[in-house]
């Protein structure tokens, strides 16, 4: 099944999470000032116009990225502020970057990006988006490159964790999976597992990102999951993992609706979503410790906001 379109959920809450690790594990990798990969294996669009139908349809960027836009610069934590800023400049756009815009936002032509995307629609509008000047969005940030140094993605309509399992280890090792599927199959929580653990097995220094969603009913396949990889990490050279979690609501608050149902309303599709790493960056916990306070204090539900690091 196919039906998954980012577009109705682009710059809520599990974006901020995801969007904020990833700029802050870019800037990492780039502040060395040598040559890294990037692998997305569900790419998605790579940009989304929050003004579009579909975003308005659930508002859930209202009370995601439009709600931290408009905080002052001055309240918000320090790490927060590359992400907030590269949200800001695309914003005076009505538009909202995914993944593949942030990783060609911070990388340059001697690195390597490879996007994977299964869904027929989403690749030809991913492509059609990484055809787009960076510079047309202006920013203060020191990575934007310019159009003579620009990464050219290289993006593939195939199935991203096979892509993953086949283009790995990169020629450039050093570097970084973002895997982030819709979860709309179950079997999604095995594959993504297998996947993390088979890749890991090659590639060891590779730095691994898997977003879940928190979900009442998937609590089994997410703990099931977690186990997975973290038994890959442990084996061989072992390597660091950390797991954190951002929650809007309560596990009980969430209730399986329709995207119809839902529209409106406030109780969540999601309560939360968690990040897990394998081979996290130095300092990266460091940072979620003094980001995530404020994000589950500003983007929590009645002031059930939580978060959790380990």
């Known amino acids: 099944m196919l039906s998954y379109r980012h577009a109705f959920h682009a710059g809520n809450h599990a974006d901020i999470l995801k969007h904020f690790a990833l700029c802050a594990v870019l800037e990492k990798l780039q502040a060395k000032n040598k040559s890294f990969s990037v692998f997305d294996t569900h790419a998605g669009a790579g940009l989304y116009n929050l003004e579009s139908e579909m975003a308005l349809k659930t508002g859930e960027n209202i009370s995601g990225i439009k709600k931290l836009c408009a905080c002052d610069e001055n309240i918000l934590p320090q790490e927060l502020l590359p992400y907030i800023r590269l949200c800001k400049a695309y914003a ?87 895997i982030d599927p819709s979860y709309e199959e179950k079997s999604d929580y095995l594959d993504a597992a297998k996947t993390i653990a088979a890749v890991h097995k090659k590639w060891n220094n590779g730095i691994i990102m898997l977003w879940y969603p928190l979900l009442a009913h998937r609590r089994q396949e997410i703990a099931a999951m977690k186990r997975t990889i973290t038994a890959a990490a442990q084996t061989g050279i072992i390597c660091e993992t950390l797991d954190i979690q951002l929650l809007i609501n309560t596990e009980d608050s969430h209730v399986e609706t329709s995207l119809e149902e839902a529209s409106g309303s406030k109780t969540p599709r999601l309560y939360g979503s968690g990040l897990f790493f394998i081979n996290p960056p130095y300092l990266l916990k460091e940072q979620f410790e003094n980001v995530l306070p404020f994000l589950s204090e500003k983007l929590g539900t009645d002031g059930k906001g939580s978060f959790s690091i380990n």
Do not use: W
């Open 92 to 178: 005076e756009h009505s538009l909202y970057p995914g993944s593949p815009e942030i990783e060609r936002y911070f990388m340059c032509q001697d690195d390597a990006l490879v996007l994977c995307e299964l869904h027929n629609t989403e690749i030809e509008i991913l492509k059609s988006n990484m055809h787009r000047k960076i510079s047309d969005f202006k920013t203060t940030s020191a990575y934007k490159p310019t159009s003579e140094n620009a990464v050219k993605a290289q993006i593939h309509h195939r199935n991203g964790y096979e892509a993953l399992l086949a283009l790995t280890p990169p020629k450039i090792r050093r570097g970084l999976a973002v």
